[in-house]
Nanobody, 115 residues
Framework: QVQLVESGGGLVQPGGSLRLSCAAS????????MGWYRQAPGKEREGVSC????????YYADSVKGRFTISRDNDKNTVYLQMNSLKSEDTAVYYC????????WGQGTPVTVSS
């Protein structure tokens, strides 16, 4: 009952920046938390960042802390992930996630960091 549409991925050089967007629709009022996971080739899917829909508290994986910033626009039902100082290790497919009593996944948007 929740649909997530991601955008903003692409190719960027090391040290560059990208901003990912995730627009939620459907039963959006049921969502407690939204965030981002990523999966690099040959690696497991890992949590990157999340934000509470209630108090706005945030979480960041140690690998991205200080470089990535998660934010939300409640009027647009959209969550963003601003990614700065990108490294080759950040190359992955990034998935938007929304959680209530059920976990919903977006289709994924690829991010490639390469020179």
């Amino acid at each position: 009952q929740v649909q997530l549409v991601e955008s903003g991925g692409g190719l960027v050089q090391p040290g560059g920046s990208l901003r990912l967007s995730c627009a939620a629709s459907g039963n959006i009022f049921s969502i407690d938390t939204m965030g981002w996971y990523r999966q690099a080739p040959g690696k497991e899917r890992e949590g990157v960042s999340c934000i509470s829909n209630g108090d706005g508290s945030t979480y960041y994986a140690d690998s991205v802390k200080g470089r990535f910033t998660i934010s939300r626009d409640n009027d647009k039902n959209t969550v963003y992930l601003q990614m700065n100082s990108l490294k080759s290790e950040d190359t992955a497919v990034y998935y938007c996630v929304a959680a209530s009593s059920t976990v919903y996944w977006g289709q994924g948007t690829p991010v490639t960091v390469s020179s």
